[in-house]
Every structure is written in C-alpha cells, then in structure tokens.
C-alpha cells in the first residue's frame, strides 16, 4: 500500500457542515486554499479536505470558519473527472488524518470574544495534538545573553559514549 501525505498550511473558503451519510458516518468536507507565490505571481491551489466520524467532530466543535488559519495532514489523492459539459478536470483530495489551528499570535480580527471562544473550543477537544514548535521564540525560552552551562570532564573521565 502506499500512500502520498501532504501537510498544508491553507484556510477553508467556506464554513464547514457536519453531514451524515446514509450509512451513518458522520463527515464534514473542508474546502481550502493555499496561496503560493508573492506579488504579481501570488496564486491560489484548492484542496477538498475530508475528515469524518470524530475528526470531523473535532472541525465543527473547534469552531473552524471560513477564513481560519489552520493545518491539515493526509494522504493526497489527485483525481481527473469528466464534466457535464465533456471537459476534463483534476480534483485534488485529502483524507485528513491530523488538523489544528495556525498561532500567529495576533488575533485575526478585533473581535476577542471570538478568539477566546475559539481557544476554549480547542482546548476542551480530548484529541488535541501537542505543538509543533514551542510557543513564543527563542528569545522566551533562553534569556538574552545567557550562556548554556555545560559540566567541565577531566582528562581522566570516562566519556559517557
């Protein structure tokens, strides 16, 4: 088996719906967007992310609104398909196996009543996944100027390796 995983970094263009298939399984489709590229060359690629059962429970009790920042993890599935009008088209598909909400340490907009529920939100979510990075910089984890201590080894030491 083989698989082809993709990590974006994107923001869904629509609010995303929690549905239900006559099966019973619970999904919910994110559509995204990345933006590539910078000034005149600035473009965007979609994705359809899908997520289902409790991962698409997660998206909707998170709070996830068109326009957040948010990272989706998959496997990538790039599809071509015929349209009524007999034209070709390529869809490009995500399962998604891991998401969760971009820090960019500013709110997105003046609303923080928004922001705060949204973190409350994120923060009850059971499957919440651990950073990626620490949070703050450099500059909060060793003060400025600090030198590492490292213990002097003698000559006469054994090194431990």
């Known amino acids: 088996m083989s698989m082809t995983s993709i990590t974006l970094i994107c923001r869904p263009t629509k609010d995303p719906e929690l549905r239900t298939s006559p099966s019973g399984v619970t999904f919910t489709n994110l559509d995204v967007a990345v933006t590539k590229g910078y000034g005149d060359k600035e473009h965007p690629n979609y994705f359809r992310a899908f997520c ?63 922001l705060q529920n949204d973190t409350q939100a994120a923060a009850q979510n059971t499957q919440a996944q651990a950073p990626l990075a620490p949070v703050g910089s450099y500059k909060d984890i060793y003060a400025i100027g600090a030198q590492p201590q490292f213990e002097e080894i003698g000559e006469d030491d054994d090194l431990p390796f």
Do not use: H
């Not at 068109?66 to 496997?75: A, E, F, Q, R, V």
């Not at 820090?103 to 923080?112: E, Y």
């Open 52 to 114: 289902k059962n409790e991962m698409a429970q997660r998206v909707i009790n998170a709070g996830v609104k068109k326009g957040s920042l948010i990272y989706i993890t998959g496997d990538l599935d790039i599809r071509s398909f015929t349209r009524k009008d007999g034209s070709t088209g390529t869809a490009n598909e995500i399962t998604v196996f891991d998401w969760g909400y971009v820090n960019t340490g500013k709110p997105k907009t003046d609303d923080s009543t928004q």
